[in-house]
Nanobody, 123 residues
Framework: QVQLVESGGGLVQAGGSLRLSCAAS????????MGWYRQAPGKQRELVAA???????NYADSVKGRFTISRDNAKNTVYLQMNSLKPEDTAVYYC?????????????????WGQGTQVTVSS
């Protein structure tokens, strides 16, 4: 069993900052890509930022220069530092990770999601 537990969401004024964290725990052999997605009311879930096991990153155009994704491989944790927040950043933010685990003698990779954390930016 693998779990992703998120923390750090909340209410902030426009221009403010928040830092999201997501810790993976359980039967983990290795963690490949990790990322953050968000879903606003009435909209589809979208990729915000992603980071590979080697540290390569990519960002949605809407957050480039404002958000920074990072990871601590020793702690199996990914972070999202969000600066200069805008009301349009309001959404539920979900952590995602591709994790490899041993299962019945084979190494298998699965896609895991956190429970989501609300970020609300007031104008």
């Amino acid at each position: 069993q693998v779990q992703l537990v998120e923390s750090g969401g909340g209410l902030v004024q426009a221009g403010g900052s928040l830092r999201l964290s997501c810790a993976a725990s359980g039967s983990i052999f290795s963690i490949n890509a990790m990322g953050w997605y968000r879903q606003a009311p009435g909209k589809q879930r979208e990729l915000v930022a992603a980071i590979t096991s080697g540290g390569s990153t990519n960002y949605a155009d809407s957050v480039k220069g404002r958000f920074t994704i990072s990871r601590d491989n020793a702690k199996n944790t990914v972070y999202l530092q969000m600066n200069s927040l805008k009301p349009e950043d309001t959404a539920v933010y979900y952590c995602n990770a591709v994790i490899s685990s041993w299962y019945m003698g084979s190494l298998r990779s699965y896609d895991y999601w956190g429970q989501g954390t609300q970020v609300t930016v007031s104008s």
